[in-house]
């Protein structure tokens, strides 16, 4: 299927590996433009090699720490510069690190909830204004099924991230007339380096080892396994093309059905 986002100028945060990099592989089969950030220029600069190779119709990398305002503004004005402008944009990041409510620190609260909530409804805020104007734009926020059904080993992510989600419910409606859409992709069980993280705190916890541990995860999944990154970035190229354009202020997961709520 051709989504016709040959042309579309996108800035993927967290772009060099994990989910990030799976929706820029995906943006770029179709053709797009592409900036994405991370914190170190070389691996941004073999990612952006890749991407070209793949078919993006430019690719360039941009250090970026997310814990830094600052540093959105910068992002933000270096992938306009470089591209013209951004018509998609894909907001993504490290999660906190694993802990129960009985556990999180104050300190932590605070510092991720700049990473979480802060950073990216800034650099949004400073991307929108153009997307509105030009009455066309996609923000797609990288979640966690934890935003719908809290994960009681990720305490910290939970309550965070339920932050930037009513953020995406709420702006999603203001900017809909435009013809801009914000969503969250949400996934389940991926096979990344955050979840390698979580496996081990959830082995800890239980006094099992790892690969019990992941085998458990599987089985709490319907699919029967564990998802890859390549489950995951075609459903962010679809939400950011012109054939998802009715679907704004959703949470759509990507989970091999682990989630079993209706709502």
Request: net charge neutral; hydrophobic share 45%.
């Amino acid at each position: 299927m051709d989504l016709g986002l040959r042309g579309k100028r996108a800035l993927v945060m967290g772009g060099t590996k994990g989910l990030g990099r799976s929706i820029a592989d995906s943006l770029a089969a179709e053709g797009a433009a592409l900036v994405i950030s991370g914190r170190d220029q070389g691996r941004l600069d073999e990612a952006a090699a890749k991407l070209r190779a793949a078919g993006a119709a430019s690719a360039a990398g941009v250090v970026a720490d997310a814990a830094s305002g600052e540093a959105m503004d910068a992002l933000a004005d270096a992938a306009v510069k470089a591209m013209g402008g951004v018509d998609i944009l894909v907001l993504n990041h490290g999660g906190p690190p694993p802990c129960t409510a009985s556990e999180m620190k104050d300190e932590d609260l605070a510092a991720w909830f700049q990473v979480i909530v802060r950073s990216p409804v800034r650099i949004a805020k400073r991307l929108l204004p153009a997307m509105r104007q030009q009455g066309w734009g996609r923000i797609i926020v990288v979640g966690s099924t934890g935003m719908q059904t809290p994960i009681p080993t990720l305490a910290l992510s939970n309550v965070l991230r339920a932050g930037i989600w009513a953020w995406v419910k709420t702006m999603s409606g203001e900017v809909a007339p435009d013809g801009v859409t914000i969503n969250v992709l949400a996934p389940g069980t991926i096979q990344t380096d955050r979840v390698t993280e979580t496996t081990t705190k959830r082995a800890q916890q239980q006094g099992i080892s790892f690969d019990e541990a992941l085998a458990q995860a599987a089985k709490e999944i319907p699919a029967g396994r564990l998802g890859t990154p390549e489950d995951f970035g075609p459903t962010g190229a679809f939400l950011a093309s012109d054939k998802a354009g009715y679907i704004t202020g959703s949470m759509v997961r990507v989970d091999g059905g682990r989630v079993r709520s209706m709502l």
